[in-house]
C-alpha cells in the first residue's frame, strides 16, 4: 500500500510536483474540476436554500473511478488544488466524491511550484476552507440563475439562440457605450504652432531647437493673424528653468497588469497570456498567476537585492514594498514572479520565454533605484505679442530601472518623446527663427477598448476577478456580442501654415484619421442585447450593483456573510422582473428602427433583428403583400445604416448577362456579396463594389477561381470518388472520406495507384495507432 497520494488539477502540475517528493508520494490530476452544475437543467432547488446539484461529467468518469481506486490504497490523501476560490472547490468536490476519510485526508496549498514550498505546504497542511468553497458555489449558483433565466427572455423578445451572462453583460454594456460615444463625437480643429530656432551648440556649430506655442490657435484666420505677427517680431529667452525629476517603477505584476503589459508589448491577447502563465507556473518557473496582490515575499526581496548587486551594483538597488490598492483585492498572497529571481531565463517555448523575459524585468525592476533626470524649460519671448513659445529637453542623468524595464501605455502613440537635450542657453539670448509652422490638427475621439484596457476598466469598476477576466472577454467574443477587428481610417485634409524667410505659404496635406487595430467592437445582436436588458433588467447591467455582488462574494470568502442568504436576496428581486418582461407584448420587435419608406410603394422600411442576425425589411405582415428581407452585409451597422443604403441592399442580385450559355448575378450572404454561375458561388474580393462590377469583371473571377481549383486538384479515381490527390498549403496529400494523410517527399503524386494511395494510408492509421503506446513505454523507461 502507497502512503500518500496527492491530487492536483492538472497534469504538467502534476509531474513537476513529482520531482519534489520522494517515492513515497504518488501524485495524480484530476483534469480540472470533476463535476459541475448539470449542462442541460437548471440544478437549482430555490425551495431548498438554493442548494446545487452537481454532476459528475461524462469525460471525467474514467478518471474518478482511477482516483478513488488509488485513494483506496494510500494512507493518506493530500488535496493540492490552487490557492484560490476555484482551486478549494475543486479539493472540496474531489473530498466529497472520492468519499474521503477526513482523518486521512489533508489540505496544502502553496503559491509557487519549488521544492521548499511544496515541502513547506505538506509540514503544514489544514482543513477545506468552506468559506472560500461557498464563495465560489455563491458566483457559480448566481450565475446560472442568471443565464437560465435570462436567456429564454432574449429567445422570446430578441431572436433565438441568444444567452445573457452577469459579467459578461456588463462587459458587452461597455463596449456598447464606448461605440456609441466614437460615433457621437465631433472633431474639433485646431492650430499647433511650433517655431524652430538656430542656437549654437557648445562646439559653436548651429542646431535646431524646436519650440511650441504655449496655446492652441482656433482658427485658421488666428494662426494666420499670428504668423504675420512673426515676420516682424524679435525673440528672446525670457527664462531658463532646471528641475531634477524621478521615475518611480511599476509594482510586480497582478494578473491583470500582466494581461495589459502582455497586450502592449508582445502582442498577447488576454486567454493566450494566461494560458502561456499557466504553463510557466505549473512548471515551476513562476509564482501563482491568478492574484490581485503586488506584495513580494521577503525572500523575493532579498533574491532581487542580491540578482541587481550581482548584475549592475548596489548604486541600482532599492527595495521596495507595495501595497494592493485594487478595488475589492482578494487573492492577497504575492505578485507574480519567478520562482528563482536569480534565473535570468528559462528552457521553456518560444512564447513561454517571452513572458517569462517581461515578469523577470518587472520584477527585478520594481525593485531597482528610481531612474534621475534633469528637465530643463525654455521660455521664449514674443516682442510683439504677450504669448510665448516653451522649449522642452530632458536628459537622463541616471538610468536606475530604466536601465532594465520601462512600462507601456494603451496610448503610446499619442505621447511625445521628451528625452533629448536642449544646446546650451541663456536668459536675455536672441534667438534666429528658421521657421514657424501653424499644422491643423484634430482633438481625437475616445479610442475603442483593446482587450488590455478593458481589463483595466473592468478592474477600475470592481468587476470581476483576476480568475474572470481572460473567460469573459473569450466568452463575448464567442457569443458574437462582440468582434475584435480593425477600422481602416478615413482619408483627412489638414491645413498647413509655414512662415518661412518673411514668406507666409499656404499648403493641404493629407492624413489617414481614426483608423485601429485589434479592438473590440460591438455587432448589431450585441448592441440589441446591451439596449434589452439596460431597459428591462437595469440591475444586472449596472456597475455598481456587480461591484457590490463582487465585494458580496468576498465577504462570503471571509466568512462574514452567508451565501444562500445573498442568493435570496438577489433572486426575490430578480425572478418578478422575468416573469413581468416575459409578459410584456409589443408590436415592434426589439431593436426595431424604422429608416423611412420605400419610394414608389410607401411600404415602411426598417432594420432589425432576425432568426439570422441583422437585416433590413420592405414592407410588414399586416399588409396583402409578402415583405421583402436583405441581410446587412459585414459594413453596416444597425445604429448607423440609412434609409438609401438600405434601399440599396435590395439591388442585389443584379444579373450582369450570360457566360457558357449560363447567367451570372451578382448577390450577397451570410458571408457577404458573390458571383453566382452554374450554381456554383465565388466570393467577391474585399475590394470590389458589388453594385459596379461588370460581366467581364465577373467572368475574370470565375476562370480565377476555377484555375486554383484544377491546381489543387492532381489526381482523382474514377474506381473510388473518395480517394482525392490534392495540392495543398504545406504540398501534395491524400484525402479520403473527410481525413488527410501525408505523401512523403520522394513519391511523385501523380504516380500513385489507387492501390498505392491505400496502402500509405494503412501504413499511416497504423503509425499513429501504436505512437501513444511507444511514447508511454519510453515515459517508462525514462523514469
Not at 484560490?84 to 482523518?103: C, F, S, T
Not at 529667452?237 to 510586480?252: G, R
Not at 467574443?477 to 477600422?487: A, I, L, P, S
Not at 451578382?666 to 474580393?685: A, E, N, W
Amino acid at each position: 500500500m502507497q502512503k500518500n497520494l496527492v491530487i492536483v488539477e492538472s497534469p504538467a502540475k502534476a509531474k513537476t510536483i513529482e520531482k519534489f517528493l520522494g517515492k513515497d508520494y504518488k501524485v495524480l490530476s484530476s483534469y480540472g474540476h470533476i463535476r459541475d452544475l448539470k449542462k442541460k437543467s437548471f440544478s437549482i432547488d430555490i425551495e431548498k436554500d438554493f442548494a446545487p446539484t452537481y454532476e459528475i461529467s461524462s469525460d471525467k468518469k474514467e478518471v474518478v473511478k482511477n482516483l478513488q481506486a488509488e485513494a483506496a490504497k494510500a494512507d493518506t490523501v493530500w488535496l493540492a488544488s490552487d490557492e484560490d476560490r476555484e482551486g478549494e472547490a475543486i479539493a472540496w468536490h474531489l473530498y466529497e466524491v472520492l468519499k474521503l476519510n477526513p482523518e486521512h485526508t489533508k489540505r496544502i496549498v502553496f503559491h509557487e511550484i519549488t521544492k521548499n514550498a511544496i515541502l513547506k505546504a505538506i509540514d503544514n497542511p489544514r482543513d477545506i476552507d468552506m468559506n472560500l468553497v461557498n464563495a465560489q458555489q455563491a458566483r457559480r449558483v448566481l450565475d446560472r440563475i442568471v443565464g437560465f433565466e435570462l436567456s429564454p427572455v432574449l429567445w422570446k423578445k430578441v431572436r433565438p439562440a441568444l444567452s445573457a451572462g452577469r459579467v459578461q453583460s456588463v462587459a458587452v454594456r461597455l463596449i456598447v457605450e464606448r461605440e456609441r460615444e466614437v460615433n457621437a463625437f465631433e472633431s474639433e480643429a485646431s492650430y499647433r504652432v511650433i517655431a524652430i530656432f538656430l542656437v549654437p551648440d557648445k562646439d559653436g556649430k548651429m542646431v535646431e531647437m524646436k519650440a511650441e506655442l504655449n496655446r492652441r490657435l482656433k482658427t485658421k484666420e488666428e494662426a494666420e493673424q499670428f504668423l504675420e505677427q512673426c515676420k516682424t517680431a524679435k525673440f528672446k529667452i525670457e527664462n531658463i528653468a532646471v528641475k531634477p525629476t524621478k521615475k518611480s517603477p511599476a509594482a510586480p505584476f497582478t494578473t491583470s497588469t500582466l494581461q495589459q503589459e502582455a497586450a502592449r508589448k508582445l502582442s498577447f491577447t488576454v486567454a493566450q497570456t494566461m494560458m502561456l502563465a499557466q504553463k510557466l507556473y505549473e512548471a515551476g518557473l513562476i509564482t501563482y498567476m491568478r492574484t490581485d496582490s503586488v506584495n513580494l515575499s521577503e525572500y523575493a526581496i532579498a533574491d532581487s537585492k542580491q540578482t541587481i548587486t550581482n548584475m549592475m551594483g548596489e548604486r541600482y538597488v532599492q527595495t521596495r514594498h507595495f501595497t494592493t490598492k485594487t478595488k475589492g483585492a482578494q487573492e492577497a498572497h504575492e505578485a507574480i514572479r519567478p520562482t528563482y529571481i536569480e534565473n535570468e531565463s528559462v528552457s521553456a517555448g518560444a512564447q513561454e520565454k517571452r513572458l517569462y523575459d517581461l515578469i523577470w524585468k518587472r520584477t527585478i525592476a520594481s525593485q531597482m533605484a528610481d531612474a534621475e533626470l534633469e528637465k530643463t524649460t525654455a521660455t521664449i519671448s514674443i516682442s510683439n505679442s504677450g504669448d510665448h513659445f516653451t522649449a522642452v529637453g530632458e536628459v537622463i542623468t541616471f538610468d536606475g530601472f530604466l536601465r532594465i524595464y520601462r512600462e507601456s501605455y494603451d496610448d503610446d502613440n499619442e505621447q511625445e518623446d521628451e528625452s533629448r537635450l536642449l544646446p546650451p542657453l541663456a536668459k536675455g539670448q536672441d534667438l534666429v527663427n528658421q521657421n514657424i509652422s501653424a499644422t491643423e490638427r484634430f482633438t481625437q475621439r475616445p479610442p475603442r477598448y483593446t482587450e488590455a484596457s478593458l481589463v483595466r476598466k473592468l478592474e477600475e469598476l470592481g468587476i470581476g476577478r483576476p480568475s474572470t477576466y481572460a473567460p469573459t472577454i473569450s466568452t463575448i467574443q464567442q457569443r458574437e456580442y462582440v468582434v475584435k477587428g480593425e477600422k481602416p481610417g478615413e482619408e483627412r485634409p489638414y491645413n498647413v501654415l509655414l512662415l518661412k524667410n518673411g514668406t507666409l505659404t499656404q499648403t493641404v496635406q493629407t492624413e489617414i484619421a481614426g483608423a485601429e487595430k485589434a479592438k473590440l467592437m460591438p455587432t448589431d445582436t450585441g448592441i440589441v442585447v446591451n439596449d434589452f436588458l439596460t431597459e428591462f433588467f437595469p440591475n444586472i447591467l449596472n456597475y455598481n450593483f456587480t461591484a457590490n455582488i463582487e465585494k458580496e462574494f468576498d465577504e462570503i470568502a471571509d466568512g462574514e456573510k452567508e451565501w444562500n442568504s445573498i442568493m435570496h436576496n438577489f433572486y426575490t428581486d430578480f425572478h418578478p422582473l422575468v416573469e413581468s418582461t416575459l409578459a410584456i407584448k409589443g408590436k415592434q420587435k426589439v431593436g426595431e428602427r424604422i429608416l423611412g419608406e420605400e419610394p414608389g410603394t410607401g411600404l415602411p422600411v426598417s432594420v432589425k433583428i432576425g432568426r439570422f442576425g441583422p437585416m433590413v425589411q420592405i414592407g410588414n405582415t399586416e399588409s396583402e403583400e409578402k415583405p421583402r428581407f436583405s441581410r446587412l452585409t459585414k459594413d453596416l451597422s444597425m445604429e448607423t445604416i440609412t434609409l438609401e443604403q438600405a434601399l440599396d441592399l435590395f439591388k442585389l442580385p443584379r444579373t450582369l448577362g450570360e457566360y457558357e450559355d449560363k447567367e451570372v448575378t451578382i448577390g450577397t450572404g451570410r458571408f457577404g456579396p458573390y458571383v453566382r454561375h452554374d450554381d456554383k458561388y465565388f466570393s467577391l474580393p474585399k475590394t470590389a463594389d458589388p453594385m459596379s462590377v461588370t460581366l467581364d469583371e465577373a467572368i475574370a473571377l470565375i476562370e480565377e477561381k476555377r484555375e486554383a481549383e484544377k491546381q489543387k486538384h492532381i489526381k482523382q479515381f474514377e474506381e473510388d470518388a473518395e480517394m482525392l490527390i490534392l495540392n495543398g498549403r504545406y504540398g501534395p496529400y491524400i484525402s479520403y472520406k473527410k481525413k488527410n494523410y501525408k505523401i512523403p517527399q520522394n513519391i511523385v503524386p501523380q504516380d500513385l495507384s489507387l492501390q498505392a494511395c491505400l496502402d500509405l494510408i494503412k501504413l499511416q492509421t497504423e503509425k499513429a495507432e501504436t505512437a501513444p503506446a511507444k511514447r508511454r513505454k519510453a515515459a517508462a523507461k525514462k523514469k
